[in-house]
């Protein structure tokens, strides 16, 4: 089964400082991956995508992740985080063969501290 | 262009009561997604579209309807809700590389 894990449920970070977000991914196909962002209340905003190409993707906002295939991973990073971050990130996977549904991660909500 | 819309915005049911959840799209998408996302859990596919006239059963797909209208619209019904449909949902629509998100429906279910 496809499944996507994000193993950090809340992370804070202070403002400023740089930002790492995991996902871990076990899918049966090759996968296309997403990161978004849900402020409290709001809908979710697409930061950055994976389909092909070049492993290290830039998004928006100043956010960037990486896909590692050997880890099974696409990890979100930003190097200074401001206060306005502060949210909630999900990571998703689909796949072509899977009808292109996405499957979520539970999600990491995002602290800053000023 | 106002992309993806759900309507109503909020509501509150009864145990036992009847809704359904409108969502359109105007981007001449073919296919079309409803998740439900609950605190921890993330966001789970209840029922997807591919294209009109079609539907196949996502992940979450007991206690719930759905019927794709036309290419424009696909609505999510509940014919007896339950306080486990307690939740908040979103529709989406995709073209190859992005799914677009509509707002979302709190729902809260007494």
């Known amino acids: 089964a496809q499944s996507v894990t994000q193993p950090d449920i809340h992370i804070t970070v202070s403002e400023g400082a740089s930002l790492e977000l995991r996902c871990n991914y076990s899918?049966?196909?090759?996968?296309?991956l997403f990161w978004y962002v849900q402020s409290p209340g709001q809908g979710l905003q697409l930061l950055l995508k994976?389909?092909?190409?070049?492993?290290l993707v830039q998004g928006i906002k100043g956010f960037e992740a990486e896909f590692k295939r050997s880890q099974s991973s696409f990890n979100l990073r930003k190097p200074s985080v401001h206060w306005s971050d502060a949210a909630e990130y999900f990571c998703a996977v689909g796949a072509r063969e899977y009808g292109n549904k996405l499957v979520f991660g539970a999600g990491t909500i995002l602290r800053v501290k000023s | 262009n106002a992309g993806v819309t759900q309507t109503p915005k909020f509501q509150v049911l009864k145990t036992g009561q009847s809704m359904t959840l409108q969502c359109a799209q105007d981007?001449?998408?073919?296919?079309m997604y409803w998740y439900r996302q609950d605190p921890g859990m993330g966001l789970r596919l209840i029922y997807y579209?591919?294209?009109?006239?079609?539907?196949d059963k996502g992940e979450v797909p007991n206690g719930y309807n759905v019927s794709r209208l036309n290419k424009r619209e696909f609505s999510l019904r509940l014919e007896s809700a339950a306080p486990s449909q307690t939740s908040v949902y979103f529709c989406?629509?995709?073209?190859?590389?992005?799914?677009?998100f509509g707002p979302g429906t709190r729902l809260l279910v007494l």
């Open positions: 989406a629509s995709r073209v190859p590389g992005q799914h677009y």
């Open positions: 981007m001449n998408h073919n296919s």
């Open positions: 994976y389909f092909s190409g070049d492993t």
């Open positions: 899918y049966g196909a090759t996968p296309y």
């Open positions: 579209s591919a294209s009109e006239g079609t539907t």
